[in-house]
């Protein structure tokens, strides 16, 4: 069992959005790693963070992506920072991993600059690029390919994975 695409990109690039799209039109189910978490911790991600630490949530998350590969056969969006785990890159290089790839300013807008995720406390602009500058070469290293999101709908976004991946 395998996901048919494993979708990886930063905070606010549309993961979530775009697998539920290419969940529907393949009549398959869309899974996300961050809501399995929250399911099992009982808990949000953010709660997790105040109360646990990054570092819990980064083994939860890491427990998470690893069942999720192994056993869910539809579409997999995983949490921004899933891919920094160098047993995960190494899970991920047997999958159709595709990078949402979104810009600083699209990334802002959808995020929000009063957005509650505990990694943008602060300086929503200033975190959401540095975030983006130390992730985006790891993305790139696990994927197949990048889509561009910037300006696009999530039904235009699903069109070129789609059409990427010969589906």
Do not use: C
């Not at 393949?26 to 963070?49: H, L, M, N, Q, Y």
């Not at 949490?79 to 991920?92: C, E, F, I, K, N």
């Not at 790139?140 to 976004?157: I, K, L, M, S, W």
């Amino acid at each position: 069992m395998s996901p048919s695409v494993v979708l990886v990109g930063p905070m606010g690039a549309g993961k979530t959005t775009v697998g539920r799209v290419l969940a529907r039109r393949w009549g398959v189910a869309v899974r996300d790693t961050d809501a399995d978490i929250e399911a099992d911790a009982g808990k949000p991600v953010s709660e997790i963070f105040v109360d646990e630490g990054e570092a819990h949530f980064r083994e939860l998350e890491k427990a998470a992506v690893a069942a999720a590969l192994a056993s869910h056969d539809g579409v997999l969006s995983l949490g921004g920072g899933a891919v920094l785990d160098p047993d995960t890159q190494v899970l991920l290089k047997d999958h159709a991993v595709v990078f949402l790839r979104v810009g600083l300013a699209d990334a802002v807008k959808r995020v929000g600059l009063g957005s509650a995720r505990p990694l943008l406390l602060g300086n929503v602009r200033g975190r959401v690029k540095q975030l983006l500058d130390e992730r985006t070469p790891i993305y790139e290293a696990v994927a197949r390919f990048a889509v561009e999101t910037d300006g696009r709908t999530p039904e235009q976004v699903a069109d070129d994975i789609e059409e990427r991946l010969g589906r």
